[in-house]
């Protein structure tokens, strides 16, 4: 039977109950019609499969009382499947590696059919308006061009193995405070430019199966009943083609949904029923508007019960394991690098002090929904006495405890010893689960103060002083960063994260994570800093189109560390820049190529990033605006030629007076980078635009 057909001989009882979950986690079958029942689990950074939610009968009929250690365990929220755990998002993004992002998306797919997940949840792409965000571990930047790409990335990665994804969390979900039910107030060039522009890129390039609506209301209104936002937008102007569903809970009023173009309630709500039947009654809602969303949800049904017969049923653990910490290992990123104290040799190190009980049990992700049981999870304190063998002592003081960061005296006492008889001192510091995490933000971007204190005691001890922070978000480092000569920034990387700092440290990898969010001096310097978190029913996003290093770099604020910032033990060469034509016309592509050369000792991977900044424009634009990125590998003294082609996207801005995305004929400067502070190569193109003020 099609769609048409289940349409024509389907009750309105039995369509309603397709419109809202039947459990938790999958969607009502309605068997006399042959329409199956779907299942959803988070994501994004791993497979979280309830452990309850997979009919864990014995065989004489009894719920088990315990659960398999082997497949299952407790990750802080709830029982769940063992799954491998990836670098989460923030993580990802710093990689700047589209392939690697869509292999993870790979393995994400196997894991889900192996354990009987049809879509998950994910990816996040909201923008990172403010460093205070407590998912913004679970997002991948505050750019939207690089948040679009990689999030199309994982999609089609995902996607390639019969698995649906879902888009995420849209739209203007840039805090978890009040998220339920604050109204983000966000004009319409912000929105087109910025905070809908990730979504827009991942729908046209990857097509996701599903879009999941954002809690908090947008411009006044729900984005569970926002019809500009989920029909105009999402379905009439970027074609998207699968279904919008809920976030959970999100839904108000399932009629006002409906009628604002949401498809599928997520999860079950006993009182959708009731609510549907009495506004069909009153004719609120129409026979058209409930078919829309039926066919949606229908489409996304049959297509992942279509796929499941010709889906793997298993995976190979190992192999996602070294994904994962192939995947942490270019995500790690070397943010200060003094004197070259790192990477850690035998010529130079006979005695190195490891201090932190992080080196032992590494956070590897945020909490809350997102936070999955992974597989088995490394030590880089192993890893570290492993690589430094019989030529390099190594001492560990654990300092403080992974559940309360209160270092006694005493403990503190061992690693301040430790510290002052060691040719290096590394100290491992972070965020816990506890301070970032959903459903409520940081309060500040610091480390907590006793972690602050870890640092400036060790950094008192040894002149060597290397901190390693595994956080998932900006850190202002002010108290303490002059004071130690290294700084590795690990992220949240997923349950091999240990294994890859480790070989970050001694050399075995060379760094090449860079930041996908500038590193603010302080949380006073950032734009959304007094608008944040608004007054309890709206936060107005006054700084418009200016976050993030738009803002920073239009306006000359010194940073911490910029956009796109990452060191490396090796150095890159930039030269030969050619952009053609000289004149193009506004339909036509720009070729922008120039080369690159590997100018050290070691093999590394360099990260070019391509700005355009619209010079003469009379409306505001940022000074510079990312365009595209590529990540190369270069052997010592290998050269690269590096072609991009740049097309009208590259120099639009959305006019508001048109209501149209719009070029002003002039001169754009294209400015090749290594960050978005470090610009190697400038060159200029003239546009031909809509219009021509000279
Ligand atoms: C989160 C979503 C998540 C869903 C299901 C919500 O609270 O915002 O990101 O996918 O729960 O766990």
């Not at 120099?651 to 190697?680: A, P, T």
Request: with cysteine; net charge negative.
């Amino acid at each position: 039977m099609n769609i048409k057909e289940i349409i024509s001989k389907i009750t309105i009882e039995e369509k309603f109950s397709l419109l809202s979950g039947r459990t938790n986690w999958d969607t009502a079958p309605v068997e006399r019609l042959g329409i199956p029942s779907i299942s959803l689990s988070d994501g994004p950074h791993g497979v979280r499969k309830d452990f309850n939610a997979a009919n864990t009968v014995s065989e004489d009929g009894t719920i088990k009382p315990t659960w398999d250690t082997d497949l299952a365990g407790y990750n802080g929220l709830s029982y769940a499947y063992k799954a491998t755990c990836f670098p989460t998002a923030s993580a990802m993004s710093a990689t700047w590696n589209t392939e690697m992002v869509e292999e993870v998306g790979k393995a994400l797919g196997e894991e889900c059919a192996a354990l009987n997940v049809d879509i998950i949840l994910g990816p996040g792409t909201n923008i990172k308006r403010t460093p205070l965000c407590g998912r913004n571990f679970e997002y991948f930047s505050e750019d939207p061009y690089l948040s679009g790409e990689l999030s199309a990335a994982y999609i089609n990665g995902v996607q390639s193995k019969g698995i649906g994804t879902s888009l995420k969390h849209f739209a203007g979900n840039n805090q978890e405070f009040d998220r339920g039910d604050i109204s983000s107030e966000i004009d319409i060039r912000t929105l087109r430019e910025i905070y809908l522009r990730p979504f827009e890129i991942a729908i046209k390039k990857a097509k996701p199966w599903t879009v999941m609506c954002a809690y908090n209301r947008l411009n006044g209104i729900y984005c569970a009943e926002n019809k500009f936002l989920l029909n105009d937008m999402l379905k009439e102007e970027f074609g998207f083609e699968g279904l919008v569903v809920s976030d959970w809970w999100a839904v108000k009023d399932r009629a006002k949904s409906l009628k604002g173009s949401l498809d599928l309630e997520m999860p079950v709500n006993d009182k959708s029923m009731t609510v549907l039947k009495t506004a069909y009654k009153k004719g609120e809602i129409s026979d058209e508007e409930i078919n829309s969303a039926l066919e949606r949800v229908l489409k996304i049904v049959f297509k992942a019960s279509e796929g499941k017969s010709s889906r793997g049923k298993e995976y190979d653990a190992t192999k996602h394991h070294e994904l994962a910490r192939r995947a942490a290992s270019e995500a790690i990123t070397l943010l200060k690098n003094e004197d070259e104290v790192l990477p850690v040799t035998k010529e130079k190190v006979k005695k190195i002090a490891v201090i932190g009980e992080f080196a032992r049990q590494p956070i590897i992700q945020g909490g809350g929904s997102a936070c999955l049981t992974p597989m088995e999870v490394d030590s880089a304190l192993d890893r570290i006495i492993e690589l430094a063998g019989t030529d390099i002592e190594v001492d560990f003081a654990a300092a403080y405890s992974v559940w309360a960061a209160f270092p006694g005296v005493e403990r503190l006492g061992k690693a301040m010893e430790l510290a002052a008889d060691a040719d290096v001192a590394i100290v491992f510091v972070g965020e816990s689960q506890k301070v970032e995490a959903e459903a409520f933000d940081r309060f500040n971007i610091k480390l907590s103060p006793d972690m602050e204190n870890i640092i400036l005691r060790v950094a008192a001890q040894n002149p060597n002083t290397v901190v390693v922070i595994e956080a998932g978000s900006a850190i202002d480092m002010s108290a303490w960063i002059h004071k130690v000569k290294g700084v590795v920034f690990s992220w949240f990387g997923g349950e091999a994260v240990g294994s890859a700092i480790a070989d970050i440290l001694f050399g075995l990898t060379n760094p090449s994570g860079k930041l996908a969010e500038t590193f603010p001096l302080k949380l006073e310097d950032t734009p959304a800093f007094g608008t944040y978190p608004g007054n309890g029913f709206a936060v107005s996003y006054t700084e418009g189109i200016m976050v993030g290093y738009r803002y920073y770099d239009s306006y000359e604020k010194e940073v911490l560390f910029p956009f796109g910032h990452g060191l490396s033990y090796t150095n890159f060469e930039y030269s030969d820049l050619k952009i053609t034509p000289d004149t193009p016309l506004i339909a036509d592509e720009v070729k922008v190529s120039f080369k690159v050369k590997n100018i050290g000792k070691v093999q590394g991977k360099e990260t070019v990033q391509i700005y355009v900044n619209d010079k003469a424009c009379r409306t505001l634009r940022p000074n510079k605006e990312l365009k595209a990125f590529t990540k190369i590998d270069l052997q010592p003294g290998e050269e690269k030629q590096v072609e991009f082609t740049l097309n009208r996207e590259a120099f639009e801005y959305f006019n508001v007076n048109l209501n149209s995305w719009y070029i002003e004929s002039g001169n754009f400067q294209i400015q090749i980078g290594s960050s978005s502070r470090d610009i190697r190569l400038k060159g200029k193109v003239f546009i031909k635009g809509e219009k021509d003020f000279s």
